[in-house]
């Protein structure tokens, strides 16, 4: 279990993001989508990493394995603490996906953790049932992605903590659990359907949580950090 929340910087640009993070005087694990990469492009990464914090780059690449690989590649030389692919583009994809990442990983540099997306938070089974035909519960069908994501020699996955602690029985405990979807007691769900706080994923076994709204849109945006930090058991 990591001691910092991951927060998701979701905002439309550069300006709002330097404007959230001067409020801190500590180093934070923040989490850049493909939202504002595709509007700022990876010098936003530099200068986030220039002040201290580690990132998670979210961009969830999901195509032939030639490809990822490549851009995996490219992705290893921004410097960024972790990436993700989704799982869902199978097995050989995911390998392509690593071997990219070692590859283009600079020489003396530690390689960006890599996992892989199971099913979206924003998911619901009769969704999934419908919509993926995939047949299964939930529940079941994480956890073939998630055995996929090991074999395939991947460091984790995304997934809701409600499927963290059965993915750990199955894969280990050094399996990383990274899960979206935390709310403060009482906070809104958005458009996220399986939740929980920061208290329950620990309890359930998540290494890593994922923040967005809960911190970046609280009236106190330090105050509102701090309170998850004490719940997830950091500092």
């Given at each position: 279990?990591?001691?910092?929340?991951?927060?998701?910087?979701?905002?439309?640009?550069?300006?709002?993001?330097?404007?959230?993070?001067?409020?801190?005087?500590?180093?934070?694990?923040?989490?850049?989508?493909?939202?504002?990469?595709?509007?700022?492009?990876?010098?936003?990464?530099?200068?986030?990493?220039?002040?201290?914090?580690?990132?998670?780059?979210?961009?969830?690449?999901?195509?032939?394995?030639?490809?990822?690989?490549?851009?995996?590649?490219?992705?290893?030389?921004?410097?960024?603490?972790?990436?993700?692919?989704?799982?869902?583009?199978?097995?050989?994809?995911?390998?392509?996906?690593?071997?990219?990442?070692?590859?283009?990983?600079?020489?003396?540099?530690?390689?960006?953790?890599?996992?892989?997306?199971t099913q979206l938070t924003s998911t619901t089974e009769e969704?999934?049932?419908?919509e993926q035909k995939i047949m299964t519960t939930l529940e079941?069908?994480?956890?073939?992605?998630?055995?996929?994501?090991?074999?395939?020699?991947?460091?984790?996955?995304?997934?809701?903590?409600?499927?963290?602690?059965?993915?750990?029985?199955?894969?280990?405990?050094?399996?990383?659990?990274?899960?979206?979807?935390?709310?403060?007691?009482?906070?809104?769900?958005?458009?996220?359907?399986?939740?929980?706080?920061?208290?329950?994923?620990?309890?359930?076994?998540?290494?890593?949580?994922?923040?967005?709204?809960?911190?970046?849109?609280?009236?106190?945006?330090?105050?509102?950090?701090?309170?998850?930090?004490?719940?997830?058991?950091?500092?």
């Amino acid at each position: 279990m990591t001691d910092k929340p991951i927060i998701a910087l979701d905002f439309p640009g550069e300006e709002d993001v330097f404007t959230f993070l001067e409020q801190y005087n500590e180093a934070l694990y923040v989490k850049i989508g493909l939202e504002l990469f595709l509007q700022e492009g990876s010098s936003i990464i530099k200068k986030i990493k220039d002040l201290g914090h580690e990132i998670f780059l979210d961009l969830k690449l999901h195509d032939i394995p030639n490809t990822v690989k490549s851009a995996m590649r490219g992705l290893a030389r921004l410097g960024v603490d972790m990436v993700n692919v989704h799982a869902a583009g199978g097995s050989e994809m995911m390998k392509a996906a690593l071997e990219g990442l070692q590859e283009g990983t600079p020489v003396g540099k530690k390689r960006p953790l890599l996992i892989a997306v199971t099913q979206l938070t924003s998911t619901t089974e009769e969704e999934m049932q419908k919509e993926q035909k995939i047949m299964t519960t939930l529940e079941e069908s994480v956890l073939n992605y998630a055995l996929l994501t090991k074999d395939a020699g991947l460091d984790g996955v995304v997934c809701s903590v409600l499927e963290a602690k059965a993915i750990e029985e199955a894969c280990g405990k050094e399996f990383l659990k990274v899960t979206p979807g935390i709310r403060l007691e009482g906070g809104e769900a958005h458009d996220q359907k399986r939740i929980a706080t920061p208290a329950v994923a620990r309890e359930k076994r998540s290494t890593h949580i994922v923040v967005g709204r809960a911190i970046t849109q609280s009236v106190n945006t330090v105050e509102s950090y701090h309170t998850v930090l004490e719940q997830w058991g950091g500092q």
